[in-house]
């Protein structure tokens, strides 16, 4: 059936959703050391987050601004690319805190906040030397319903966004005598789904309300480093790694796959 464009307001009915679907950014870095703290310790940490697509994630992100729906009222490949995008990464800057706590000698958990969600963990060192340590830890995240646009956005609800994820982080690091600083590299991958149902749109518009939901598999690398004295640290990170996003866009089934970089910064204190 030969397909014609929609009128310019029809048009753009989805541009609202897939840019609000942007909000509070998606990253979840680790932001601590290879090495765990004492049994008992507690470490509370606060600072910022970023999410960044490139490579085809930015191109897809590039392509909602361009959206070309059907009569029937269903986004293109393109766009349902681009919202799939927004909806998974969430690209933008976030407010990020954590607080660890040594379980057991070698042993600790953590819980963290970074404005899109939450994420629980627990982590196992083992020491190579007095100052080389390897960690392995695993990690379940949610992604709470209505923080990544935070409110309605140009007349579209976005408050049913929610989801769920896991994580593995592989870590080996450095620490200096005293803790003065300390340096971190590893491997982690993923697993994260987030979905919406019943999204409306401007009321009096022809589009009925739909559903998105997106999955993401993702795998990559990071470094991370801090220097302090006795209980104060400031630290930093950078995480990259490669993703593929799968879902459907109101009926559009689409994938991507791209590069997100994830750097991120914060201040801890041990008491």
Same mark, same amino acid.
């Given at each position: 059936?030969?397909?014609?464009?929609?009128?310019?307001?029809?048009?753009?009915?989805?541009?609202?959703?897939?840019?609000?679907? %942007?909000?509070?950014?998606?990253?979840?870095?680790?932001?601590?050391?290879?090495?765990?703290?004492?049994?008992?310790?507690?470490?509370?940490?606060?600072?910022?987050?970023?999410?960044?697509?490139?490579?085809?994630?930015?191109? %897809?992100?590039?392509?909602?601004?361009?959206?070309?729906?059907?009569?029937?009222?269903?986004?293109?490949? #393109?766009?349902?690319?681009?919202?799939?995008?927004?909806?998974?990464?969430?690209?933008?800057?976030?407010?990020?805190?954590?607080?660890?706590?040594?379980?057991?000698?070698?042993?600790?958990?953590?819980?963290?906040?970074?404005?899109?969600?939450?994420?629980?963990?627990?982590?196992?060192?083992?020491?190579?030397?007095?100052?080389?340590?390897?960690?392995?830890?695993? %990690?379940?995240?949610?992604?709470?319903?209505?923080?990544?646009?935070?409110?309605?956005?140009?007349?579209?609800?976005?408050?049913?966004?929610?989801?769920?994820?896991?994580?593995?982080?592989?870590?080996?690091?450095?620490?200096?005598?005293?803790?003065?600083?300390?340096?971190?590299?590893?491997?982690?991958?993923?697993?994260?789904?987030?979905?919406?149902?019943?999204?409306?749109?401007?009321?009096?518009?022809?589009?009925?309300?739909?559903?998105?939901?997106?999955?993401?598999?993702?795998?990559?690398?990071?470094?991370?480093?801090?220097?302090?004295?006795?209980?104060?640290?400031?630290?930093?990170?950078?995480?990259?790694?490669?993703?593929?996003?799968?879902?459907?866009? #109101?009926?559009?089934?689409?994938?991507?796959?791209?590069?997100?970089?994830?750097?991120?910064?914060?201040?801890?204190?041990?008491?």
């Amino acid at each position: 059936m030969r397909e014609r464009r929609l009128s310019g307001r029809t048009r753009f009915l989805y541009v609202p959703l897939l840019l609000g679907l %942007a909000g509070c950014g998606g990253g979840l870095p680790l932001l601590h050391p290879a090495q765990a703290i004492d049994p008992g310790q507690v470490r509370a940490a606060a600072g910022f987050s970023g999410n960044m697509a490139a490579g085809e994630f930015a191109g %897809a992100l590039r392509a909602v601004a361009r959206p070309n729906t059907t009569v029937a009222g269903e986004p293109d490949t #393109a766009t349902a690319e681009g919202a799939l995008v927004e909806a998974s990464l969430a690209p933008g800057i976030a407010p990020w805190a954590a607080a660890r706590v040594g379980i057991w000698e070698n042993a600790e958990g953590g819980l963290t906040y970074t404005g899109r969600a939450v994420r629980a963990d627990v982590r196992r060192v083992f020491k190579l030397s007095r100052t080389w340590s390897v960690s392995v830890g695993g %990690a379940g995240s949610a992604v709470l319903s209505g923080r990544q646009a935070g409110e309605t956005v140009a007349e579209v609800d976005l408050g049913s966004l929610h989801g769920w994820g896991a994580d593995a982080p592989v870590l080996v690091g450095y620490s200096s005598d005293g803790d003065l600083y300390m340096v971190w590299l590893g491997a982690r991958g993923g697993w994260e789904h987030v979905e919406a149902g019943g999204m409306q749109s401007e009321p009096g518009m022809p589009a009925p309300p739909f559903s998105i939901s997106a999955t993401r598999w993702w795998g990559g690398g990071l470094l991370g480093a801090a220097v302090g004295f006795q209980h104060v640290h400031v630290a930093m990170e950078i995480d990259a790694s490669y993703a593929n996003v799968t879902g459907n866009v #109101a009926g559009t089934h689409a994938n991507v796959s791209g590069l997100m970089l994830t750097p991120a910064g914060c201040v801890w204190w041990d008491f």
